[in-house]
């Protein structure tokens, strides 16, 4: 029974009604989310899944070889970063050998040898660091992709849609007194 208020009216609610709306609550949570999210979902699990989801799957291999080249540099940067922080603990470190003390640029010859290699390490900690933001930003624009696309799937393209082009006056800014300039209207518009 309902009752709410001064003027309310006593009605009586079956017990299937009510039974009915409690359940609704209960089940597996993706089966509330639209098409797109889930989508979106799936690729910020596992990156092109979302693409598999919508039926996109040319796009999954373009996905991973851009995560795998990425990926490759990442790993590369970060060997070389390493090996040339190792080199100028080595160079500090006199009772440590020094794998560069032959090198021209690098080596104990050079006065300017830590500097240089000081300026290596940092150079390959600023390519791994860009690299890391590169794989972020290609994970974010997987999951965008994937929720666009979603959306767009079930899109009308048909044939009732036509391009009209007018000529018309624009209102230009830049000019003086805020003159009109003239230019082309484009109107979309269904049939």
Known sequence: MITEGQDSVVVNVPATVAAADTTKEKGFFLDRWDRPAKAAFYSAILPGLGQAYNKSYWKIPILYAGLG????????????????????????????????IDHPI???????????????????RRWRDMNVLLAIGVWGLNIAEAHVHAHLKDFDISDDLSLRVQPG??????LTNNALTPGFTLTLYSR
């Open 69 to 100: 080249t990425i990926g490759y540099f990442l790993i590369d940067h970060n060997k070389n970063y390493q090996d040339f922080r190792t080199a100028l603990i080595d160079r500090s470190n006199v009772d440590r050998t020094d794998k560069y």
């Open 106 to 124: 690098l080596g104990k010859n050079n006065p300017n040898g830590s500097a240089n290699l000081r300026r290596a390490r940092d150079q390959y």
């Open 169 to 174: 006056l624009l209102h230009s800014p830049t």
